[in-house]
């Protein structure tokens, strides 16, 4: 079964250090990538996507993510976190001719000020 | 603007008893679907609907039904919810399969 591997649960950082977030992914056929975020009280929403193309992407607040087949993942990164991107991350997987997601657990980031 | 509303956001039923959550969407996306969330666990898909068209996740319980009698509108009721049933409860829309274009803030669920 598919499966999506997001390595750190909660993450701490200081104002204006640099993130990566980690995600794994078990399946090897083609995929599409996500990144979803969920601030405090707020419903989830999409920060990226990948579906072909550029392995880079770049999404809404700064933030991008790099697809590397050769290792399952599509790592989100952003140069430099302010305090409101203090929030839950997820990843997620669509295998390509499946109808929904797999998330990951989700990371829980805090950005102290 | 909501685009996907959930009511009610917060519901209490007691064990057995029918419970029933509401979706509905103002963006005309012909995919619907309903995740349940426990805490501290990814988002896992219940099901959804392509249109009229249902499609049931392996896994989800016979005791999880929906229904989607308008474009708008899509419900999940719960026949008899046991205690593991308590959880978040999202609906999430998209254009196409495939991908979640916009969800709703949830449902909270605690069974009593």
């Known amino acids: 079964a598919q499966s999506v591997s997001q390595h750190n649960h909660h993450v701490i950082l200081s104002e204006a250090a640099s993130l990566e977030l980690g995600c794994n992914y078990s399946?090897?056929?083609?995929?599409?990538l996500f990144w979803y975020v969920q601030y405090p009280g707020q419903h989830l929403q999409l920060l990226l996507k990948?579906?072909?193309?550029?392995?880079l992407v770049k999404g809404i607040k700064g933030f991008e993510a790099e697809f590397i087949k050769s290792k399952f993942s599509f790592n989100l990164r952003k140069p430099s976190v302010q305090w409101s991107d203090t929030a839950e991350y997820f990843c997620?997987?669509?295998?390509?001719?499946?109808?929904?997601?797999?998330f990951g657990k989700g990371t829980h980031l805090i950005i102290q000020p | 603007d909501a685009m996907v509303i959930q009511n009610p956001r917060y519901q209490v039923t007691q064990f057995g008893k029918p419970v029933t959550l509401s979706c509905s969407q103002t963006l005309n996306h012909n995919v619907m679907y309903w995740y349940q969330q426990k805490s501290s666990q990814a988002p896992k898909l219940l099901f959804h609907?392509?249109?009229?068209?249902?499609?049931n996740e392996a896994d989800t319980p016979d005791n999880f039904q929906s229904r989607r009698p308008n474009t708008s509108f899509c419900f999940l009721d719960i026949r008899s919810p046991g205690l593991g049933d308590a959880a978040m409860y999202l609906c999430a829309t998209s254009r196409d399969l495939g991908q979640l274009d916009y969800f709703g803030p949830g449902t909270r669920l605690t069974v009593t």
């Open positions: 399946y090897g056929g083609t995929v599409n």
């Open positions: 990948y579906f072909s193309g550029d392995p």
């Open positions: 997620a997987v669509n295998r390509v001719g499946a109808d929904g997601l797999t």
């Open positions: 609907y392509y249109d009229k068209d249902f499609n």
